[in-house]
């Protein structure tokens, strides 16, 4: 089912996407005068294909959703039947209308974006509030004097109400370099400043989660080892356990927490455990032989059984942040600005080798993200298309040939030399610009495949 999920959403999340972007170049095409032949989102054999308009536009839904593409009259495709008006081929706009009909893509994805984040926080951004449970040993958060207890109230100028909103703020802070004052709020109520040693780039952007790194681990709520909901016919049920149960030892090794429990019976797949359990202030023993799952590439041991917790627990440490339409408007387009500014640093620290390549997410990846904001709910779904959105207009103005932004870079060297590039300039950058976006989808699909074999 989380599968099917992801690859839904992934689907619903490339077709808006791509959808936009080719709308955006369809859209100014139009206004400019020039005749679009046919407005594809997908590539390969149509599933669905619809004639209209005054220009007899083919309006189609094709079987690979992970692209798309508006075709203008154009002398270059080819031969043009008799009695077209050449005027209105693309080809023969001038430089300016051209520009604009490419960089249109692009940026409607910007735009598109700025709505999506308008939305989102018109119904609300949910999150845990930015509450320090741990702090490792010899980390830079341990250096900086952080405590189990803080509060991340601000970071430098950016409040943090959320975990998200914490994470993004010190990713800006990283990409800068240097020392981050990070204004918290400690147990007991009193206001500190920790100041976070954050020079070090190059590790702080590898692989992995910022705040791992930094040395903390966001508060969690600490669950009794107490048995909630069974599964039907799981292994729980079967051994006769009930809702309710207290394990207090497995195999004769003390149990304090469920997360304690849960270590214990994920190394044990397929095996039996012997455990010793409170139930209605009797203390009884039960054999339960544990089921065994694949995941990440590894065995382990479940019992079907839930923890028994009260979620106030949790809505106590929960934050939203919501503003009206005006204000969400001018927040949606800050947070585009931001995110744009912030995707174009990362990138540009790729290129330097201060950033991990193993950074660089594939469809698999996309699709896994798309599944879990989907499940989460309409404001986290939002959020996601907003930023996959402003890596597609980013991409699309990279000066690679094959994308928007190699055109663009085409028609700027035509303005400076007074007359458009050659054709056999425009036939080797294409060979060149496969060959770019082959050895980009490859490590994409390399680092998706790395991730899932754990």
């Known amino acids: 089912m989380t599968i099917l999920i992801s690859i839904a959403a992934f689907i619903v999340a490339i077709g808006v996407l791509v959808t936009v972007h080719e709308y955006g170049h369809y859209w100014v095409a139009r206004r400019m005068g020039v005749k679009v032949l ?5 590539f390969g054999r149509p599933l669905w294909k619809r004639v209209a308009g005054e220009d007899r ?3 189609v839904v094709a079987t690979i959703p992970l692209g798309g593409y508006v075709r203008m009259l154009d002398e270059r495709d080819g031969d043009i039947p008799p009695g077209e008006d050449m005027s209105r081929a693309f080809n023969r706009q001038p430089v300016g209308k051209r520009i604009a009909i490419v960089a249109a893509g692009p940026a409607f994805n910007f735009l598109f974006a700025a709505l999506a984040y308008w939305l989102m926080f018109m119904v609300g951004v949910s999150g845990m509030k930015p509450v320090v449970g741990e ?6 958060a341990a250096e900086a004097g952080f405590q189990a207890g ?18 993004l703020a010190l990713l800006e802070r990283v990409l800068e370099g240097g020392e981050a004052a990070v204004h918290v709020e400690t147990h007991d109520g009193r206001s500190a400043v920790r100041w976070l040693d954050l020079s070090d780039t190059r590790s702080l952007l590898d692989e992995g989660q910022l705040l791992d790194k930094l040395g903390i681990r966001p508060w969690r709520p600490r669950f009794d080892p107490v048995l909630g909901d069974l599964v039907s016919g799981g292994p729980a049920e079967r051994a006769g356990l009930q809702k309710g149960d207290r394990i207090l030892r497995s195999d004769g090794q003390p ?12 190394a ?12 209605d202030g009797r203390r009884l023993e039960v054999d339960v032989r544990t089921d065994v799952r694949e995941e990440n590439g590894r065995r382990i041991g479940m019992v079907g ?5 009260d979620p106030a627990q949790f809505d106590e440490m929960r934050a939203t942040v919501r503003h009206g339409p005006v204000e969400s408007l001018g927040r949606g387009v800050v947070r585009t600005w931001d995110m744009t500014a912030m995707t174009l640093r990362v990138l540009w620290r790729l290129v330097m080798g201060d950033a991990s390549v193993k950074n660089i997410a594939g469809p698999v990846t996309i699709a896994e993200y798309a599944g879990v904001t989907a499940v989460i709910g309409l404001s986290a779904f939002l959020g996601f298309l907003a930023i996959v959105s402003i890596s597609l207009g980013i991409i699309n103005l990279l000066p690679i040939p094959m994308l928007d932004g190699g055109h663009l870079m085409y028609y700027l060297v035509e303005i400076v030399k007074g ?16 060959v770019m976006i082959a050895l980009l989808m490859t490590l994409a699909f390399y680092n998706d495949i790395m991730r899932l074999l754990g």
Do not use: C, K, N
Not at 268 to 279: F, N, S, V
């Open 305 to 309: 059984a839930h923890v028994d917790f």
């Open 268 to 279: 044990r797949p397929g095996e039996t455990l012997r455990l010793e359990i409170e139930r």
């Open 135 to 140: 702090v490792a040993t010899t980390s830079l």
């Open 150 to 167: 803080d509060r991340l109230v601000r970071v430098g100028d950016s409040e943090t109400p959320t975990w998200e909103l914490a994470s």
């Open 38 to 42: 046919r407005f594809s989102v997908g």
């Open 255 to 266: 149990v304090e927490t469920w997360q304690e429990w849960v270590a214990m019976v994920q």
């Open 57 to 59: 536009t083919e309006y």
């Open 419 to 434: 007359s458009p590039v050659s054709a056999y300039v425009e036939a080797v950058g294409q060979r060149v610009g496969i």
